[in-house]
Each structure stands twice: as C-alpha cells, then as structure tokens.
C-alpha cells in the first residue's frame, strides 16, 4: 500500500495544500518518512489525514466556479467502528459545501473494504448537495465494496459510477462526463 500515491499529473493545475480555501491548506508532506497507516499496512505520506484511523483523501481537484471537487480515496471505509461518513462530512464536505461545491467526485478504486452503519450522514449530505441541483459520485469503487454499499441501500444517495480510464481525462472533462451522465439518468 506505500506505493500507491495520489493521483498527481494535475498538480499543474490544482494543490489542495497551497489553496488557501481548502481543508488542507499549508500542509507540508515528507516524501521519505512513512508514518501514516491502514492497520499495519504504511501508506504514502501524500495521503491526508481527516479524522479516521482507517480512511485517508486527496483532495486532487476543486473548481469553485463550476462547484465541483475530487478527491480520491484510499483504506477501508468504516462507519460501524469510526463513523468515517460522520468525520468526512463534517472536517471535509461541510467545509467545501460552505465554498458552494455541490457536486463530488469520490475516487473510490483504492477503497478496499465497506463497514456501515446508520445512514443520516449520506442522507443529509445528499439532501444539501440536491437542494443546489448536486450530486455525489464513488467512481470506480471495487465490486466486493460495491456489493457491501449496495447492502445498505447507500448507492440512493452516492451514485456508484464506473469510468475505468478516468486518468487521461483533465478535471474538467471527467465532471462533464460524469455530469452529462447524471443529467440523462434523472433527465436533465
């Protein structure tokens, strides 16, 4: 799990750290030291930490005049133990929602195991962002994990989306197309 970096060939055009209205603003990262883990599994010191012991994000993509953010995840996503919903809502989403981004591009392929729990946290998450016409999308989120979100009926409130070569697109043409996909799903 170390080698796996965030997605980093549009850091030309977007740095969460350097963002002065991100979460992240002004965090610096050490490309040698390894101190951050999923268990006992050390991951790149790339990652940010939000809260959870397990779940860690990159925020690689934020566009305040389209209101749109991606950020790309990796661990397990646990709500039984951690309530990773409840602190990724509200150390993240919540203050992103407040920059009026409504819609959310989760890049979920790194996202190895599922644990949920109650429901409240993605069902207001997903009652503010439809209030201003968003959405919330897990892209390419492993089938096991699919399987387990899909349990809980989740997948009402997080659209689970496939685009297997989302990485030679540029951020804004992977939220057209994913934006143009919803659009003629609900009929926009």
Do not use: C
Not at 88 to 95: A, H, P, S, T
Not at 129 to 151: C, H, S, Y
Not at 160 to 173: G, N, V
């Amino acid at each position: 799990m170390h080698e796996i970096e965030p997605f980093f060939n549009w850091r030309h055009i977007y740095i969460a750290e350097e963002d002065p209205q991100s979460p992240f603003f002004g965090r610096t990262y050490s490309e040698f030291e390894f101190s951050q883990t999923v268990y006992n599994y050390y991951i790149h010191p790339q990652w940010d930490d939000f809260g959870s012991k397990t779940l860690y994000i990159k925020i690689i993509y934020v566009d305040y005049e389209l209101n749109f953010a991606i950020i790309e995840m990796i661990g397990e996503w646990n709500d039984a133990i951690e309530n990773d919903i409840m602190e990724l809502k509200r150390e993240i989403i919540d203050q992103l929602s407040k920059l009026k981004i409504t819609k959310f591009i989760l890049i979920t392929e790194n996202v190895l195991n599922f644990h949920s729990s109650d429901k409240e946290y993605y069902q207001e998450w997903f009652e503010e962002v439809t209030e201003e016409n968003g959405w919330i999308v897990a892209l390419n989120m492993p089938e096991a994990t699919q399987q387990d979100f899909r349990k809980k009926k989740l997948n009402y409130y997080i659209e689970l989306m496939e685009i297997a070569d989302w990485r030679i697109y540029k951020p804004y043409h992977l939220f057209r197309k994913i934006d143009d996909q919803i659009s003629k799903r609900i009929g926009l």
